[in-house]
């Protein structure tokens, strides 16, 4: 490991437990959280986003879940994996628990029917029901897609009483959800670029970030260049403000502004560090071919 990523490591475990505590992860995007993290590392966000990513996600592996307040992430626990109370007929059959999400409860049918040699040697997809499944959901025979229908009537919202069991299950379970909802974020993200490159797409965020662009006068006294990709200039501009002491002590997210940064950022006294990025783009330029 390299010493940027060490150092960027480091800076995350000792603020992950805090931006847990103090933010809403019902909304929390690993995004988002690089943003938070951007004020305290120096690096740019296309440089700091993977790394990030990948030390959050191994620290959520790792991590003791009940340093998440329960009232935060419940809306990880939605959809298919919302917390039901299982009928205790069905409990008895599949051995299982009694709260437990409609994806478990597949999971616990689907071992069973291995277990007990329930598919039709002939069409896979049918299952011959055993004399307990039969006396359950009254059927003789099911397919994997019809059994989804028959546990229904077997899966309820658990009653205010029974809330003590399904917050005990959020906390015994929250890694997994949150790692399950990182995961579909990264597969949708994954299809929409395939999506993009069957359309003939082959620009990429990634790599428009790294053009080099031209830099305005104003600018260019600033990141002491006159053509730097947007990447290199956020990372130029942190670079001056840290080397003229403008963060505030009280809080390193918000700039003091000096003369050249006043006319920047529109005459401000004071900016916030997430607003920067948005001021640099009437500074910066497309290269044409006179360039």
Known sequence: MSSVQQTVQDTIRTRLPILLQT????????????????????????ELLPLVRQIVVQLLKDANPS????DR?????????KPLKVDKRLQE???CGSILPRTQIVKYLNQYIKKHNLQDPEQKN????DNALRSLFGVETATFFSLNKLISPFLTIPE????EMVHQYMKEHLKEALLAAE???????????????????TSHRGESLQKPLKLSNLLSQ???AEYLSRSQVVKKVWEYIKLHNLQKASDKRNISCDALLKQLFDGKEEINSFHISKYLSPHLQKLNGDD
Do not use: A, Y
Not at 73 to 81: A, C, D, Y
Not at 160 to 163: A, D, F, I, L, V
């Open 93 to 95: 059959i599949l051995q």
């Open 67 to 70: 340093v998440i307040p329960l």
């Open 183 to 201: 995961e579909s974020k990264m597969k949708r993200k994954q299809q929409s670029k395939v999506q993009s490159l069957n359309k003939g797409t």
């Open 160 to 163: 205010e009483q029974e809330q």
């Open 23 to 46: 933010h809403d992860w019902e909304t929390m995007t690993i995004r988002k959280l690089t943003q938070l993290l951007l004020t305290e590392v120096e690096k740019s966000e296309v």
């Open 222 to 224: 600033i990141c002491g």
């Open 73 to 81: 992430v419940k809306g990880f626990f939605t959809g298919l994996r």
């Open 126 to 129: 049918k299952i011959v029901l």
